[in-house]
């Protein structure tokens, strides 16, 4: 990768270079924010991809989600330094996909690229991210990590295990490549911002209306020489959220439930009978409860089921997914400016 002037050669060939807008979500970035600004820095000038695609980074947002350091006086200063540094401030602590969310809406590049604030993330990459993207055609690229990630064996252990069962859950979400580190076109980037709900894992609501997404490796580094902000706590809460954004797929196995204890209470029932008549037990009044048993509980599930369908209309509605995203054609926007 190579940058040069904006005015140069390289920054005025016939096609212009794809416009970069990158979030921070910052909660405790005292200590790293200055370094990963001053490695954007160079970027800010017209750069070039590893397949040599010209990119500019036009703005950094950094998102303050009020945390427990001294963060907000880093981005002041920061902001009164470079012209291209912007603040995003929130009302309180939000939680890192809320603050990644108000950076995405504030943003106006043709591709958004978020990225942490603990320096784990080289923005040098971002070119490698563009070139998959453009490669494949593709609405979101994630960061595969092509190291062993900086976390302790349990933590990467469940943080997989996480993705596999959410990936089994929510249909077309690939969840095993969701990274914070990731590259998304612009405009599907805000309308998600736009209509995710409360709550919402960004990558869930991403997968809704990305038409493709793929990976590109990337290595990764240590997170800055501090204590990752993600206790136990916190980490059973954000697995929580990713699986209760995976959508309704536990609610449907409910009304399957139900449904198979209505079909199977009356040949329950029948085999409770056949065994009474045959004298294979001799408990008086047992056979007649069970039978009660067993059709009282398939209209209970049954009924459940009906309920959960409901419930599971709610709940995609809470979550602001989209019945439909209309966007531009895909030749006019970033992803077809190869075919200029």
């Not at 970069?20 to 820095?41: C, D, F, H, K, N």
């Not at 969840?175 to 409360?198: I, M, Q, T």
């Amino acid at each position: 990768m190579s940058t040069t002037p904006a005015g140069s050669a390289a920054g005025s060939t016939e096609r212009p270079p794809h416009r970069v807008s990158v979030v921070v979500p910052v909660y405790q970035g005292s200590t790293t924010l200055r370094g990963l600004v001053a490695e954007i820095a160079p970027l800010t000038r017209v750069a070039t991809s590893p397949a040599g695609r010209s990119f500019v980074v036009e703005e950094v947002l950094l998102v303050d989600d009020c945390g427990p350091d001294s963060s907000d006086v880093v981005i002041r200063a920061l902001a009164a330094e470079h012209d291209w540094v912007r603040p995003v401030w929130l009302s309180r602590n939000f939680g890192q996909h809320a603050a990644t969310l108000a950076g995405i809406s504030a943003s106006g590049g043709e591709w958004v690229v978020t990225m942490d604030e603990d320096g784990q993330h080289d923005p040098v990459h971002i070119g490698t991210l563009l070139d998959a993207a453009m490669t494949e055609q593709a609405d979101v690229v994630y960061a595969r990590p092509s190291n062993a990630p900086p976390h302790g064996a349990l933590r990467n252990v469940a943080s997989r295990s996480a993705k596999w069962l959410v990936a089994r859950m929510a249909k077309g979400a690939p969840a095993a490549d969701f990274n914070s580190y990731r590259l998304v076109v612009g405009e599907v980037a805000r309308s998600v911002a736009a209509y995710a709900g409360p709550g919402i894992y960004l990558d869930v609501a991403i997968s809704w209306v990305a038409r493709r997404t793929t990976t590109a490796p990337v290595p990764m580094r240590a997170e800055g020489g501090r204590a990752s902000g993600y206790d136990l706590r916190r980490l059973a809460s954000h697995f929580w959220r990713l699986v209760l954004s995976s959508g309704t797929t536990p609610l449907r196995l409910v009304s399957l439930a139900g449904a198979a204890a209505v079909v199977l209470a009356p040949v329950v029932a029948v085999v409770l009978l056949v065994g009474r008549t045959a004298r294979w037990w001799d408990a008086p009044g047992w056979t007649s409860t069970m039978v009660l048993l067993m059709a009282a509980t398939g209209a209970i599930l049954f009924a459940l089921g009906v309920i959960a369908e409901y419930v599971g209309m709610a709940v995609n509605m809470a979550m602001g997914k989209p019945l439909y995203l209309p966007v531009r054609d895909r030749r006019e926007g970033p992803l077809g400016r190869d075919e200029e």
